[in-house]
T-cell receptor, first 112, second 113 residues
Framework: QKEVEQDPGPLSVPEGAIVSLNCTYSNSAFQYFMWYRQYSRKGPELLMYTYSSGNKEDGRFTAQVDKSSKYISLFIRDSQPSDSATYLCAMWGDTGRRALTFGSGTRLQVQP | EAQVTQNPRYLITVTGKKLTVTCSQNMNHEYMSWYRQDPGLGLRQIYYSMNVEVTDKGDVPEGYKVSRKEKRNFPLILESPSPNQTSLYFC????????????FGPGTRLTVT
């Protein structure tokens, strides 16, 4: 079983929709929870990160972490065609590994 | 501009022919790492370096070597590439203490025939 599970999609929504992306994880040692965005033929870029449980908002993006359920979410409001990309959740913690642990990514397509 | 650069961006080679993928960052980051990305498997760490002359294995190190002689450079060496190393490779870097905030290069697509 993977440490981090993420639905690969693809997820197709109309422009302006609210998008919900999710990951579940199994290792309770994770403390930092990140969302990376990866456009086709590009490297991942960090969108936002959250430390421990709670919410964090940045413009149209909101990240939520529920450590009790081992569940994290990214919400995108008023989605735009330029949001079309693969979204990767990633986690970091005191696991003994000096590496981000990634989900496999969800491909999002926002239709104009 | 703060960035991580990788070269080459695309490479097709044959089994057994040694190759090096270069990675360089201009942000004075202590931590550098190599990942490979495969469909359905996500990004998996190959090797990482906490600082100059300090390197360690990640989750999938077999068939790879690295070195860290300078802070800005972290080359990935495949001494005898095999077809199962066909993949998309990313270099990443961060400041020590903020490992969760990693900056990624543009990727190197490697095909081994």
């Amino acid at each position: 079983q993977k440490e981090v599970e993420q639905d690969p999609g693809p997820l197709s929504v109309p422009e302006g929709a609210i998008v919900s992306l999710n990951c579940t994880y199994s290792n309770s040692a994770f403390q930092y929870f990140m969302w990376y965005r990866q456009y086709s033929r590009k490297g991942p870029e960090l969108l936002m990160y959250t430390y421990s449980s709670g919410n964090k908002e940045d413009g149209r993006f909101t990240a939520q972490v529920d450590k009790s359920s081992k569940y994290i979410s990214l919400f995108i409001r008023d989605s735009q065609p330029s949001d079309s990309a693969t979204y990767l959740c990633a986690m970091w913690g005191d696991t003994g590994r000096r590496a981000l642990t990634f989900g496999s990514g969800t491909r999002l397509q926002v239709q104009p | 501009e703060a960035q991580v650069t990788q070269n080459p961006r695309y490479l097709i080679t044959v089994t057994g022919k040694k190759l090096t993928v270069t990675c360089s960052q201009n942000m004075n980051h202590e931590y550098m790492s190599w990942y490979r990305q495969d469909p359905g498997l996500g990004l998996r760490q190959i090797y990482y370096s906490m600082n100059v002359e300090v390197t360690d294995k990640g989750d999938v190190p077999e068939g790879y070597k690295v070195s860290r002689k300078e802070k800005r450079n972290f080359p990935l060496i495949l001494e005898s590439p095999s077809p199962n190393q066909t993949s998309l490779y990313f270099c990443a870097s961060s400041l020590s203490g903020t490992y969760y905030e990693q900056y990624f290069g543009p990727g190197t697509r490697l095909t081994v025939t």
